[in-house]
């Protein structure tokens, strides 16, 4: 081969190749750097009601199932009734321990619930912090107890641009899909 010849390898590495195909085809991230490929903003995709409420009826579940697997069988074992039906009954109150710990621990170190992992959710801080302590109690507590309270703190979130619920919007958190 001369100086004038190139092999095909040569030019095709040499000269990108162009194609009307490629318009809607995926990025090519072989031809970018490093930090664009990494900085490239991804669309985020809200989750709506009918996600979250899916994943929430799951959560439900699975923290039933926490109470009659574990709580049930300790209160029996203890003597200490199960059918006492008022807020501050000891089954009342170790369910509702149960049920806040459950939400705020798989939030806190996971980001999301079992539900939500189900569902390809996660909830993020919308300031791009990593949610704090402050956040996920005041969020999972206060805000969930102010919007089951107000029902129409959950129902919003299916007419909020970004989804969110009233316990959302205290804390500026929303939760999303996973790409």
Request: hydrophobic share 45%; glycine share 6%.
């Amino acid at each position: 081969m001369d100086r004038n010849e190139t092999s095909i390898d040569q030019h095709i590495v040499s000269e990108p190749h162009h194609d009307v195909s490629d318009i809607h085809s995926e990025p090519d991230f072989s031809q970018m750097s490093v930090r664009e490929e990494f900085h490239a903003p991804l669309p985020i995709r809200y989750a709506g009601f009918w996600m979250r409420f899916w994943a929430y009826l799951l959560d439900l579940i699975v923290v039933g199932s926490i109470d009659r697997i574990i709580i049930n069988p300790l209160f029996r074992f203890l003597d200490i009734s199960l059918y006492e039906f008022n807020m501050l009954a000891p089954i009342s109150v170790a369910t509702a321990i149960t049920f806040y710990l459950y939400f705020v621990l798989m939030t806190k170190f996971f980001g999301q619930t079992l539900g939500k992992m189900l569902f390809g959710l996660r909830v993020v801080n919308l300031s791009g912090d990593k949610l704090s302590w402050g956040t996920i109690l005041f969020r999972e507590w206060i805000g969930r107890f102010i919007s089951s309270t107000v029902v129409v703190g959950y129902i919003i979130v299916a007419f909020l641009p970004k989804k969110q619920g009233l316990h959302d919007i205290f804390v500026d958190t929303s939760v999303i899909h996973e790409e």
